[in-house]
C-alpha cells in the first residue's frame, strides 16, 4: 500500500535576482536534513495553498509578503509541491529565522552550482535536489 500525498507549499523568495533559502536543521526525521531548501511546509486541514505559504513565511521568517504568484505544481515522491513566486521586500536582517541553521540570498550561479556555504555554521551545504531543480526551472522561464 503506498503512502498517503502529502501537499506542500513552497516559496521562491525573490530579491533582486537573489533567491532566499534556508539552511536546513541537522535533525535526521525531518525532510531534507542539514541542506538548503526553499522556505514553506504542510498544509493544514482546510487549508489552501496560498493560506499554507503565509502561515509557513510568518512561522519560519516571520514574514507578511503583500503578493504571491503561482508558479507551478510538481507532484512526485508522494509528493505534491505548490510552488508560489513571492517577491521578498526586506533586508534579510529584518526577518526572524524561527526554523534552521542559517538563511542566505543565493544568486544564479549559486543555484546552478548545486552548494553554499554558511557563514553561521562554517561549513558549504548542498541545495535539496528538488529545491534545486524548481529554482532552475524558475530561472528557465524569467532569467
Known amino acids: 500500500m503506498s503512502s498517503p500525498t502529502r501537499i506542500v507549499a513552497l516559496a521562491i523568495l525573490e530579491r533582486n535576482g537573489r533567491f532566499l533559502m534556508q539552511l536546513r536543521d541537522d535533525i535526521p526525521s525531518i ?13 493544514e486541514p482546510g487549508e489552501s495553498p496560498e493560506e499554507a505559504l503565509k502561515r509557513e513565511l510568518w512561522e519560519e521568517i516571520h514574514y507578511r509578503p ?8 510538481y507532484d512526485g515522491e508522494n ?3 505548490h510552488i508560489f513566486h513571492v517577491p521578498l521586500t526586506v533586508e534579510t536582517s529584518e526577518l526572524i529565522q524561527s526554523e534552521g541553521q542559517d538563511l542566505a540570498l543565493l544568486g544564479p550561479i549559486d543555484i546552478r552550482a548545486g552548494f553554499y556555504y554558511s557563514e ?9 535536489k528538488i529545491h534545486r ?7 528557465e522561464v524569467t532569467v
Do not use: S
Open 31 to 43: 525532510h531534507y536534513p542539514g541542506v538548503w531548501g526553499l522556505f514553506g511546509g504542510h498544509l
Open 66 to 73: 503583500a503578493t504571491v504568484r503561482k508558479f507551478r505544481c
Open 79 to 81: 509528493v505534491n509541491r
Open 120 to 128: 553561521r555554521i562554517g561549513e558549504t551545504r548542498v541545495l535539496g
Open 133 to 139: 531543480q524548481v529554482l532552475l526551472d524558475f530561472m
